[in-house]
């Protein structure tokens, strides 16, 4: 994108110049025309007012045609540049690559949170950032891989901190092996990834807090019945009435 803006910025120049320079010829060409129609002498004085005229027509019609391109370009600049703003804050970090492996764009959340620059191969550029060692040829050969990939990887920090990011890789222009680029996204799922848990062993202990509920409800309507005998047995005073509630206790205590 920076390399596009420089050369549009460039052709803007380009043409700018030209423009500046067609009113001035087209000045000239005319002022040509006014010499020609008051020099009699002249010869062939018509066919040159001919060809003046429509040098003056040719002119006037390159100069609109460079006001158009002109303002074309200024806004492929414009839009450029608002995407390069775009891409420079966006929170996931964003790193691309050209067909020979050099790091050619990486966004401030690149910079900041992997240490990832641009004019660097791959391998030179994770060497230099903050990843830990162990994760550096697992990061590497995602960088360097051309397969379309969506997967969610744990890279460790050399400040101690682990990461979990999902990584996603686009190919531009793959059918041209010398001119296609890669855009690699990583996504911090750190956050996303405790809150997951959390919420998992919240589940857990909901479905846990409803399982004792229902056991505390079974265990309940027998206890019930027993403290209701029980209390039977201790106001009864015929034996065979007490044979019969201790009968009960013992089917409900079962």
């Known amino acids: 994108i920076t390399r596009q803006l420089q050369g549009l910025k460039e052709q803007t120049h380009k043409l700018e110049r030209q423009s500046a320079k067609v009113p001035t010829v087209t000045r000239h060409a005319r002022e040509l025309i006014g010499s020609a129609k008051g020099s009699a002498f002249l010869g062939g004085l018509d ?12 002119l006037a019609r390159i100069q609109d045609e460079i006001s158009s391109n002109l303002g074309r370009i200024q806004d492929q600049a414009h839009f450029l540049e608002n995407l390069e703003i775009i891409l420079e804050n966006c929170d996931d970090m964003i790193v691309i690559t050209d067909a020979t492996d ?43 891989a051309w397969d379309e990939c969506d997967e969610t990887m744990n890279i460790s920090l050399i400040d101690g901190n ?79 009435e007490i044979s019969r509630n201790l009968e009960v206790l013992d089917r409900q205590a079962r």
Do not use: W
């Not at 240490?115 to 590497?140: S, T």
């Open 47 to 58: 066919e040159s007012q001919n060809e003046l005229e429509s040098l003056s027509a040719t």
């Open 102 to 144: 050099q790091v050619i764009f990486s966004n401030r959340a690149a910079k900041d949170e992997l240490g990832i620059m641009p004019e660097r191969d791959v391998r030179h550029a994770l060497a230099e950032g903050l990843l830990a060692g162990p994760d550096y040829e697992k990061c590497a050969g995602l960088f360097e």
């Open 162 to 240: 682990e990461m979990t990011v999902r990584a996603r890789t686009k190919v531009m222009r793959p059918e041209s092996e010398s001119h296609r680029t890669k855009v690699i996204i990583l996504r911090d799922c750190t956050e996303h990834q405790k809150l997951e848990r959390q919420l998992y062993r919240s589940e857990k202990l909901a479905s846990l807090g409803q399982l004792i509920s229902g056991v505390a409800h079974e265990l309940n309507n027998p206890l019930a019945a027993i403290l209701g005998f029980a209390e039977l047995c201790r106001d009864a005073k015929d034996k065979a």
